[in-house]
């Protein structure tokens, strides 16, 4: 940051005025990426390198008071008082850099964090749809394929990713397996085995080692389905059974969630009455801003991203709504 607007900040009280507003920013994060390893699935899901993350998480401690989730369940539960801007940090959908390059610099930072773990994906040792799609047309020899009724243009593969992604988030969950399938035909590449797609994802061992290690687990769901879309009976279940299995192996109990996808079209008011009635205290969305304390719901705590955008870390935290606002482009 140039020196200037730092001093300005500084002499304008601006920092401390912002710190006074009794706020919490929450990182989330999906993936940190590594500069030696060439990406076969979706490029979408990757935030900073290892390095970055760390520098992140520095500023965070110095400049933040990073809270866990316990301490944000006392905070709104039993009107615990904060006197300074809090953070926290998380990450969705289990992936095994979670564990390889998050965790070793959360866990010498004694920074907390909670993970959500989408379960039948640890289970079955299956990846995301987004992931599916991105891997069959990175790999695909195909210039070009028909594919239902439309051509698609394989000399772009980001611009063809990111429409068929698109175009999966409108679908019905049941339709997306026959698409992929459908995909993997036109594109000729076999759908990846479980054991390419497993590999991507943490194990249960290296779940439970982060849980007991500063590390809050939390359900995303058991198959990370866009909830506002589902019946009452598929609601319960997918939640349900998400807190069931991680309260089996983890043998503790699961107190947050956070929605897939997240944003306010992602859940709804049923949502969030079905995962209090189920015992959760806390539901996280995702890209829907900053928290202010005095009027947080604890069924949707913001969360925002610093990927891309968050070149300036100390201006993030004198504008954090601004930073938080992040767009969806998909
Ligand atoms: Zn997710």
Redesign the pocket.
């Known amino acids: 940051m140039k020196k200037s607007i730092k001093q300005f900040l500084e002499k304008s009280r601006l920092l401390k005025t912002i710190k006074d507003q009794n706020q919490l920013m929450i990182l989330n994060y999906?993936r940190l990426s590594d500069p030696n390893k060439k990406n076969i699935f979706d490029d979408g899901v990757f935030g900073p390198e290892g390095k970055r993350f760390e520098l992140e998480m520095e500023w965070l401690k110095k400049e933040t008071y990073i809270i866990s989730e316990e301490e944000l369940v006392d905070i709104l539960y039993k009107k615990k008082k904060v006197d300074r801007v809090c953070s926290m940090v998380t990450f969705?959908?289990g992936y095994i850099d979670n564990y390889e390059i998050a965790y070793p610099i959360l866990k010498k930072l004694s920074i907390p964090a909670i993970y959500?773990i989408?379960t039948k994906h640890i289970m079955e040792r299956t990846l995301?749809w987004w992931d599916i799609t991105a891997y069959l047309v990175k790999n695909t020899k195909l210039s070009s394929a028909h594919f239902r009724e439309s051509d698609l243009d394989l000399s772009n593969k980001k611009k063809v990713i990111s429409e068929l992604i698109f175009e999966l988030k409108q679908m019905e969950p049941s339709r997306i397996d026959g698409y992929l399938n459908e995909l993997s035909l036109s594109l000729d590449v076999p759908i990846p085995s479980i054991d390419i797609q497993g590999k991507e994802l943490m194990s249960w061992e290296q779940i439970k080692e982060v849980g007991q290690n500063g590390i809050t687990i939390g359900s995303?769901t058991h198959e990370?389905v866009i909830l506002s879309k589902q019946s009452l009976g598929d609601l319960r279940f997918q939640i349900k059974k998400s807190k069931d299995i991680l309260e089996e192996k983890l043998r503790t109990t699961i107190r947050s969630i956070?929605y897939?996808?997240?944003g306010h079209d992602h859940f709804d008011v049923e949502t969030k009455q079905v995962s209090q009635d189920l015992g959760f205290k806390l539901g996280f969305s995702f890209l829907t801003g900053v928290n202010h304390f005095e009027r947080i719901d604890p069924f949707d705590v913001k969360r925002g991203t610093s990927q891309a955008t968050w070149s300036n870390l100390d201006l993030a935290l004198a504008f954090p709504t601004r930073i938080f606002q992040a767009v969806r482009n998909q």
């Open positions: 999906h969705d959908d959500f989408p995301g995303h990370h956070a897939p996808v997240g």
